[in-house]
Nanobody
Framework: QVQLVESGGGLVQAGGSLRLSCAAS????????MAWYRQAPGKQRDWVAL???????NYEDAVKGRFTISRDNAKNTVYLQMDTLKPEDTAVYYC????????WGQGTQVTVSS
């Protein structure tokens, strides 16, 4: 069964950094555009950043210039480097394919204190 396992979250002060990782047990990982999503308490899950199969990236406006998505196809892993974190970044972060999404993983909690 295909699995997505997110890790790297935690509690950090505003202005701090975290690096999230997502390991995907996909046999064709390199052929899939991947994305990070987040869900804050009481809100829907929203897209944050994506990386296509060529390494091109795109970001939601609120995180542009602060977050960087990357991938390592040899490790079937996608990363999210988060810098200059703000309290409004507090959420559970998930990764998934951009298209034909897989069952969601457990996510990783990111909490930014002011």
């Amino acid at each position: 069964q295909v699995q997505l396992v997110e890790s790297g979250g935690g509690l950090v002060q505003a202005g701090g950094s975290l690096r999230l990782s997502c390991a995907a047990s996909l046999s064709n990982f390199a052929r899939n555009a991947m994305a990070w999503y987040r869900q804050a308490p009481g809100k829907q899950r929203d897209w944050v950043a994506l990386i296509d199969t060529y390494g091109s990236t795109n970001y939601e406006d609120a995180v542009k210039g602060r977050f960087t998505i990357s991938r390592d196809n040899a490790k079937n892993t996608v990363y999210l480097q988060m810098d200059t974190l703000k309290p409004e970044d507090t959420a559970v972060y998930y990764c998934n394919k951009v298209s034909f999404q897989l069952p969601w993983g457990q996510g990783t909690q990111v909490t930014v204190s002011s």
